[in-house]
């Protein structure tokens, strides 16, 4: 079956940063587009990041310059590296793979705060 597994999630002050980590199985992960999502409490899921199988990426507006999704297929990976961190980042971090259908990840707490 399909699993999604992040980790690196944490408390961090403003203007740090973070390196999440999605470890992907029960998929051909070279042939799968996949994203980071994240939803703050009392407001709804939004995507972050999300790349293609050639390595295209596209980012939120709101993490333009900031954060960069990147894959390694070797190891059925995908990570998110963000930097310059705010408190508005904060937030519950999910992996999504489109395949049969949507998955997702269980998420990973990113909390900026001083």
């Known amino acids: 079956q399909v699993q999604l597994v992040e980790s690196g999630g944490g408390l961090v002050q403003p203007g740090g940063s973070l390196r999440l980590s999605c470890a992907a199985s029960g998929i051909i992960f070279s042939r799968a587009v996949m994203g980071w999502y994240r939803q703050a409490p009392g407001n709804q899921r939004e995507l972050v990041a999300r790349i293609t199988t050639e390595s295209s990426t596209t980012y939120a507006d709101s993490v333009k310059g900031r954060f960069t999704i990147s894959r390694d297929n070797a190891k059925n990976t995908v990570y998110l590296q963000m930097n310059a961190l705010k408190p508005e980042d904060t937030a519950v971090y999910y992996c999504?793979?489109?395949?049969?259908?949507?998955?997702w990840g269980r998420g990973t707490q990113v909390t900026v705060s001083s």
């Open positions: 999504n793979v489109a395949w049969s259908r949507n998955y």
